[in-house]
């Protein structure tokens, strides 16, 4: 079965620090690996995807993620974060069938 | 731009009652998604729907039921609620006719069973 680990529950940092969200896998085979965020009161949307190729991946709002195959990480930063980026971050996975979501990491940015 | 829309942002109904949470997307996706999600539990899946009139079951469908009579439109039926369904639901759609990729969200309806 596959699984997604996110490393913390709870972040807080202020405005410029840099961010780096874990989130580790597990699943033997080849994956797809999603990072969605979800701001206060709105949607859960897409930041950034990872299918295949380049294994830096560049998502909106100036995050980024890494897919290390040999880490079964893909770990979302930010260099510089923003009160706005204050939201609830989810980790995915998709390997044999649907996605599997990590548990969330809440990350509150204070001005 | 892709459109996921839940019947209600807010329901609040009483134990033993069956209850109807609608989805509606617009993009004639091919899958559709139910989801619950619970503070420091993430989301976990209900069921989905690749195709009309066929469902599988996602990993927590026990209490749940899923009806897709038209391709736009995916519902989720709690049967008789009890208080531990107490949560907020999300519907997703998706294109691909692989259920393993990116997934469009509506609003989500939080649902209060008292």
């Known amino acids: 079965a596959q699984s997604v680990s996110q490393h913390n529950h709870h972040v807080i940092l202020s405005e410029a620090a840099s961010l780096e969200l874990g989130c580790n896998y597990s699943?033997?085979?080849?994956?797809?690996l999603f990072w969605y965020v979800q701001y206060p009161g709105q949607h859960l949307q897409l930041l950034l995807k990872?299918?295949?190729?380049?294994?830096l991946v560049k998502g909106i709002k100036g995050f980024e993620a890494e897919f290390i195959k040999s880490k079964f990480s893909f770990n979302l930063r930010k260099p510089s974060v923003q009160w706005s980026d204050t939201a609830e971050y989810f980790c995915?996975?998709?390997?044999?069938?649907?996605?599997?979501f990590g548990k969330g990491t809440m990350l509150l940015v204070s001005p | 731009d892709v459109k996921v829309t839940q019947s209600s942002r807010y329901l609040v109904k009483r134990t033993g009652e069956k209850v109807f949470l609608e989805c509606v997307q617009d993009?004639?996706?091919?899958?559709m998604f139910w989801y619950r999600q619970d503070p420091g539990l993430g989301l976990r899946l209900i069921y989905f729907?690749?195709?009309?009139?066929?469902?599988e079951k996602g990993d927590i469908p026990e209490g749940y039921s899923v009806s897709r009579e038209k391709k736009e439109r995916f519902s989720l039926i709690l049967e008789s609620a009890s208080t531990n369904q107490t949560s907020m639901y999300l519907c997703?759609?998706?294109?691909?006719?692989?259920?393993?990729?990116?997934?469009?969200f509506g609003p989500g309806t939080r649902l209060t069973v008292t």
């Open positions: 997703a759609s998706s294109p691909s006719d692989r259920v393993g990729d990116e997934q469009y």
């Open positions: 699943y033997g085979g080849t994956v797809n």
């Open positions: 990872y299918f295949s190729g380049d294994p």
């Open positions: 995915a996975v998709s390997g044999y069938s649907t996605l599997t």
């Open positions: 993009m004639d996706h091919e899958n």
């Open positions: 729907s690749y195709d009309v009139k066929m469902k």
